[in-house]
């Protein structure tokens, strides 16, 4: 098993490793808050209006208090591969539930040429944060997944409401695909950035090793000698 896998690993990082995952978890800070302050403007603006979008309105209390979490979590240091997965479960469940609500009650304009893209925008920043989380090709696999999934949902939940609307759904939908498949091809891009710095890594702690291994024999052997020679002397 790789010792990356279980959260012992983080007991004997180096220091390079720590600063990435520094690095890491303010990313997670602002994709934290970003998302938290807007759905908070946005479900204060909700309720003032007479038509209120369900997933905000039912959804927003139970996933405030996880931002809020999250955030907190993240600002005082914390970090575990466990949370990592859970994390991953909860953003995958989420997208799914958005544009289930987006298919099941969906608020649809007057004029067919145009559908909201809110679901679908949540979608994208899950995405990007579960690229973040996982290996670039199980992360891959499981975004794709949930593309299908949230693509088939309108067309499968409430095809005959969703007709009228089938060239603006195409365009939303043809606009998230091609920003997730950006986002794939850098993730990929990085990950291929990631394992020559970690390889080159490797190989400079591994000179390192050697030329103090070496330098260390060599003053234990000259040590040896020297006392040879007082001992004959």
Request: aromatic share 10%.
């Amino acid at each position: 098993m790789d010792g990356r896998e279980h959260d012992l690993h983080l007991l004997h990082i180096t220091g390079d490793e720590r600063a990435a995952f520094e690095e890491k978890r303010w990313i997670f800070v602002f994709l934290t808050l970003s998302p938290l302050i807007g759905l908070t403007a946005t479900y204060a603006v909700q309720l003032t209006q007479p038509v209120r979008e369900p997933f905000v309105m039912y959804a927003y209390p139970i996933m405030a208090p996880l931002m809020l979490g999250a955030l907190l979590w993240n600002l005082l240091g914390g970090y575990s591969r466990v949370a990592e997965r859970v994390t991953v479960v909860v953003l995958a469940a989420l997208a799914i539930l958005h544009n289930v609500s987006f298919a099941v009650q969906p608020t649809l304009p007057e004029s067919a040429s145009f559908v909201g893209s809110a679901s679908y925008w949540t979608l994208v920043l899950h995405a990007c944060v579960i690229l973040l989380l996982l290996p670039v090709r199980r992360a891959a696999a499981l975004v794709v997944t949930l593309y299908v999934i949230c693509v088939a949902l309108p067309w499968i939940v409430n095809f005959d409401v969703f007709r009228p609307y089938v060239a603006a759904m195409v365009r939303t939908q043809g606009a998230t695909f091609s920003v997730l498949l950006a986002i794939l091809c850098l993730a990929w891009y990085r990950q291929r950035y990631v394992d020559r710095a970690r390889e080159a890594l490797m190989l400079r702690q591994l000179v390192m090793t050697d030329l103090f291994v070496t330098q260390g024999t060599a003053g234990a052997t000259d040590a040896v000698d020297a006392q040879e020679r007082r001992v004959t002397a």
